[in-house]
Structure formats: structure tokens, C-alpha cells
């Protein structure tokens, strides 16, 4: 294990040991369940006191990247990466960015647009027979009269997700997280009464036929004009919207 103890100054001194922990672990000089040294041996090696050392060692446990284990032969380890946990984040501040307006319709349908289309081609060739069953579950609950807009707002997203998850392809499952969890819950929101769910649940329908048949070219074909029907959607949401403002303020 190689840290640089020498290279903490004397203001934030609870940021800094926890900087330098934090890029010796993301550059692997410290290995995943590898145990850090004591509080005591960390104190004396940065030359800071306890309390400041249990700070950084707080601060780092927050970000997911230590964790705790009691008993004699316990301590602070090094944590295996999170990527469910460093979504939610990202998700987070996406969500935020949305609510506030950094993104405008185009962009967001811009961004589903391509990257799911990236997704169907690689499901299309990935797909197992339980991705299958739980697109075709979705779609199923999709053609329920009996289903509220909330449900069918959650259930077109774990059809999305369920797509994300046939690429079986970690990393785009990762990068594709806040598009999921963020994008699409917004513009459900947006669209909510206005989407005809027969026609979403039939679309859903051709886009899963072209990922069971492994069609990759048919899947991306049925996923673009899936999205290219929603931008419709939202854009007519957007509009009644102003309208509305627009009534309720009157130029004077």
C-alpha cells in the first residue's frame, strides 16, 4: 500500500486525507477489501489528530468507497465499487437538471433517441428468454383497463429498464441508469393524459416482436418511431402547458 503522507496541508485537513484515500484507491494503489491502517497509524503517519482522521474516514464511508467491520479482526476496508449506489447519484442531479429546465425537449429526446437505439440493436443479439418474459410481463399489465396512469407510468419504465438489461452489457447498463430512471419518469410526467396507452402498449409490442425474432435492425426501426411518436406527445404537453400560463397571465 503506497499513500503520500506528506502531501496534506494544514487547512481542510479532513478533505485532504480523504482525497488522497479516495485517489489511492480509484488508481489502485489501495485494492478492493484491502484494510486501511488504524485510526491511531493513520493519525501519526498524515501528523493530524484522531478526530480529524475519523472525519476523513466519515466523509469516505459516504461515498461508499470504505466500509466498517467490528471484531478482532476488523477495521476500515476498501469497499467494491457500487454502480447501483453511484447511479442513484447521478440520477439524482440529473433530475434536477430536468426539473429546472437545463435541458430542452429536443435534447432529451435526442439522448433517448441514440442511446436506446444502441441498446435494442445490442438486445436483439443478447436477449435471453427471461429478458423476454419481462418485457412481455410489462405489456401485459400495459393492456389493463384497470391500471392507473401511475402504474403505467411505472411500468413503461421497467420496460425500458428491461430493455437496458437484455444487452447484458454492464457498463451501458451503468451509463443508460439515468436516462431510465430520470428521463423517462420526467416526460411521463409531462405527457401523463395525454399518451393513447393502447397505442404505447402496441408499440412496446413491435419493438419487443423485432428483440424476441433477433431482429437488430427492425428493433432499432421500431424503437425510433416509438420515441419519434412520444417527442409528438410532449411537444403538444409543452404547448397546452404555456397555454395555460399564458391564461393565467394575462399581458396587461
Known sequence: MSLNYDDVVRTGLAKQVADEIRAAILDGRLKIEERLPSEEELAKRFGISRPTVREALKRLAAQNLIRSRRGPSGGNFVSKPDPEGLSNAITGAATLLVGVGAFDVEELVTARMETESVCARLAAGNRTEADVAAMAAEIELQRRRSMSGEEFCASDVRFHRALVDATQNGPLR???????????PITNMLTYGLYERRGAADSHESILAAIREQDADRAVERLRDHL???????VQALERRAEKS?????AT
Open 246 to 250: 399564458d391564461i393565467g397571465n394575462p
Open 228 to 234: 419519434t411518436g412520444m417527442r409528438v406527445v410532449l
Open 174 to 184: 451503468l451509463m443508460m441508469y439515468t436516462v431510465i430512471e430520470s428521463f423517462i
